[in-house]
């Protein structure tokens, strides 16, 4: 039987750079995610009689909420749900479920690389029928529904059996539990020569993957040990937590330590990766190296044609604003379009599905390309190994001679987090005041040439968004950025992008600190981090 609940609106249910993401606790109030999930239905129109997709990166209240969106998919006229077995899709897979069944849109409930667990965080985004992320239009709709609604439909019934692949029916709906896994595997199977990385694999190359005791981890172990024969252990934490083991599933210097360590070691294995909650993210490391994500968007897009699913080359590359330019040099020497974004993979999908770009990525570890509309961490892990067991050159190798053709962007990012939200917001809007008279300073022996508040204007639909990130550009090249983060959950996050590059015949070879030193000491003295946060260092610097 459907019942209509009525309820009084929540007020904070705007979506950030990536979905609906709160403390769990928000979630657990009576009819929250009811709410919220009420608002997507009743922005979208035509939904009778068609397909949802439904899955999350398994954290703590993804069982519940999988349930209660199959509920109100049921009372919302969907015909058919799909749903991953345990309630489990990464983000990738979602992505490419959604557009293999020609589902109308998908749920996915995750909060990505924030932590998770009963006192940690939840979210839930709602992904369109090209199998990405809602674009702003939609997302803007859905915060402004969520303000007035008053009302929800569901399905009143006992929960679905979601652990056992099959079908069955919540009143005329039919609920179609299938593998997560495996229609993933086979797309990541048509795109990458298999063959050649089992071969390079067998003679002996040694991988270590950290699925973070995240989504990935049963994905990474169907695909990296039982298909390319990677000796099992090659994946670790490999089985999915709903608290992720009490870490944070953020691949980063700070939450993959042990994988940076091991990277390190005397024994270092020849490539190591790690992805993220949900699947989405990845870091690539070798023998002694850290592939910055930037640089890997460009040494990926350098090297894409060596994969036989882009054999054919590229239709060009974008990068989100704050990623540096490396990925732009690789463009434009192989004469290709490129395309400079605000940060958020649903700013990809429109180039994507104009076919303007095949690669796209961000400097927060996401890489991915036209076969989903999500980034895609084992995308990029299996991109990599393809090109290594087609070059049998290693990573650092690999890396500099990319250096040598290309010039190197030495690129960090500095995360102040939880921070006062005022404070934060004050520190924008000062740098926001002051932007019309950098052009023509000196700071130290930096050159500023342009400062302004990134505005995109998307050449497919004409939409424009304003206000996403205060650039600082320099001569030579250089550039500091500010913005804050719109995935937090407490506070205010104030990330601080720094980038310098060095041309071709320049130095190739500085530790990243050192290369970046002016340019740490110019971004406190143009934004008064240290006075405004009362930070006297950031807290994560990737
Ligand atoms: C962060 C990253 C951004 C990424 C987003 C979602 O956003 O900076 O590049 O697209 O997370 O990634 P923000 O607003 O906190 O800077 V995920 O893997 O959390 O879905
Ligand atoms: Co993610």
Known sequence: MIRTVAVSPFSDQKPGTSGLRKKVSVFRQPHYAECFIQSIFDVLEGMDGQTLVVGGDGRFWNREV?????????????????????????????SHVIRKYGAFGGIILSASHNPGGPDEDFGIKYNASNGGPAPERITDAIYARSRIIDSYRIYETGDVDIDVIGDSFVGATKVQVIDPVADYADLMEGLFDFAAIRALIAGGFRLSFDAMHAVTGPYA?????????????????????????????????????????????????????????????????????????????????????????????????????????AADRVADALGLPHYETPTGWKFFGNLLDAGRVTICGEESAGTGSSHVREKDGLWAVLLWLNILAARRESVAAIARQHWLRFGR?????????????????????????????????????LAVIAADDFAYHDPVDGSDSRHQGIRIL?????????????????????????????????????????????????????????????????????
């Open 409 to 445: 962007n030495y690129y960090a990012r500095h995360d102040y987090e939880a921070i006062d939200s005022a404070a934060a917001e004050g520190l924008i809007a000062a740098l926001r005041e002051k932007l019309a008279t950098l052009p023509g300073n000196r700071i130290g022996d």
């Open 221 to 325: 172990v169907e695909i990296l040990e039982r298909r390319l024969g990677a000796p099992a252990g090659s994946v670790v934490n490999a089985v999915p937590l709903p608290d992720f083991g009490g870490h944070h599933p953020d691949p980063n210097m700070v939450h993959a330590k042990a994988l940076f360590d091991r990277m390190f070691a005397a024994d270092a294995p020849d490539f190591g990766a790690a992805s993220d909650g949900d699947g989405d993210r990845n870091i690539i490391l070798g023998r002694g190296i850290f592939v910055t994500p930037s640089d890997s968007l460009a040494m990926l897009a350098a090297n894409a044609h060596l994969a036989p699913g882009y054999a054919d080359g590229l239709a060009g590359i974008a990068r989100s604003m704050p990623t540096s330019a």
């Open 474 to 542: 320099f001569e030579g090249g250089s550039r500091i950025v500010f913005r804050l983060s719109g995935t937090g959950t407490s506070g205010a996050t104030l990330r601080v992008y720094l980038e310098r590059y060095e041309p071709a015949d320049g130095r190739l070879d500085y530790e990243t600190p050192a290369a970046l030193a002016g340019l740490i000491a110019a971004a406190d003295g143009i934004a008064e981090i240290r006075s405004r946060t009362g930070r006297q260092r950031p807290d994560v610097i990737t």
């Open 66 to 94: 999988v349930q209660t969106t199959i509920r109100m998919a049921a009372a919302n006229g969907f015909a058919r749900v799909i749903v991953g077995r345990g309630g489990i899709l990464s983000t990738p897979a979602a």
